[in-house]
């Protein structure tokens, strides 16, 4: 089971994830992500996993879809709260920012 959070600020949108990340909660999220990034135009996404106990390789491969996704439209996504989330699945961690705060996503954002 996993819990969600949304909000946008200052251009960023920011999805907090809590739980347990795995392909059977992934479903709902893809399609709220399609939403957001295609029909809506999101540019700035931001994903803390901080409070994340466990995640699979279903939800790994959503957010590097996303992340692809919104590189497509000069977008950027950037993941927070990790910790040791990602020891083996190095393609995430070596192609996204991340951050340790979610607060410091503002100072990236003024750098783009």
Known sequence: MYNIDMEFVKGIFIIRLSGIFN???CKQLEQDLDQLI???GIKYLLINLESIKKIDAK????IFDNYMKLLKRNGKLIICGI??????NNIITNNLLQ???EQEVFDYVTLW
């Open 23 to 25: 392909k059977n909660a």
């Open 99 to 101: 951050i340790k705060e």
């Open 83 to 88: 910790n040791n989330l990602f020891e083996n």
């Open 38 to 40: 295609i029909k809506n």
């Open 59 to 62: 939800a790994i491969e959503i």
